[in-house]
């Protein structure tokens, strides 16, 4: 069966720094999406991304973060100056399309250490 | 608005049954997606209601009340695999977005 893949598993960081968290949605799916879970808190959106452009994106989503696909097959979120409270896992998710009804599958996350 | 609430934690007992309920206050409701999430893990989709009634599949059901704004996970012959967090979600018209309740840790006791 298909599956959002992501990459690295775990990544640690120094406050300040840059990171590029990586995904591979499932193949002929089309929406993409960045969701993120602070340790013991809610899964949150972040944004979502259809024909190479933000659909939508939350509050959380602010000048600090990008999202990018750069080929055909990876969906990256880019932070570009982390810091302590951008500590979470990070999940990517994808659908088929961008219906109401349409199962939003999500990868095995990214766990962020910011220090 | 925009607001999930579900029973923090729970506990049954193999081969038992148990009901975890939801309830939402979501603007334009448009369907509730129930999702299984195992410690340090991805959300695994279980089912989807957008009409009221019961969904079955297998093991696992899903009942939604628009007019109550209410639904239940029904978890049948529990097993130890079933202990996890259990998580609430959902979507509006006009919007990408899933919105998600904070989750019902399960724990399944031999």
Redesign the interface.
């Known amino acids: 069966e298909p599956e959002v893949t992501q990459t690295p598993s775990h990544q640690v960081t120094q406050m300040g720094q840059e990171v590029i968290l990586r995904c591979v949605p499932i193949s002929n799916h089309l929406y993409f999406y960045w969701y993120r879970q602070i340790l013991g808190q809610k899964v949150e959106f972040l944004v979502s991304f259809y024909n190479n452009e933000i659909s939508e994106k939350s509050e959380i989503f602010d000048d600090q973060f990008s999202v990018e696909r750069p080929d055909g097959s990876n969906f990256t979120l880019k932070i570009r100056s982390t810091k302590l409270e951008d500590s979470a896992m990070y999940f990517c998710a994808s659908s088929v399309s961008g219906s109401y009804q349409e199962t939003q599958y999500f990868g095995p996350g990214t766990r962020l250490l910011v220090l | 608005g925009q607001n999930i609430d579900q029973p923090t934690e729970m506990t049954a007992t193999e081969g038992a049954i148990v009901q975890i309920n939801c309830t939402y206050q979501t603007s334009g409701f448009?369907?509730l997606?129930w999702?299984q999430q195992h410690a340090?893990?991805?959300?695994?989709?279980l089912s989807?209601n957008?009409l009221d009634g019961l969904e079955e599949k297998g093991r696992f059901s899903s009942f939604l009340s628009r007019s109550k704004g209410y639904s239940y996970l029904l978890l049948k012959e529990l097993q130890m695999k079933d202990s996890a967090s259990y998580?609430c979600?959902s979507?509006?018209?006009n919007?990408?977005?899933?919105?998600?309740?904070?989750?019902t840790r399960l724990q399944v006791f031999p």
């Not at chain 2, 340090?40 to 989709?45: K, M, R």
């Not at chain 2, 919007?95 to 989750?103: A, E, V």
């Open positions: 448009n369907g997606f999702y340090g893990e991805a959300p695994t989709f989807y957008v998580l979600a979507r509006s018209y919007t990408d977005k899933l919105i998600f309740g904070t989750g």
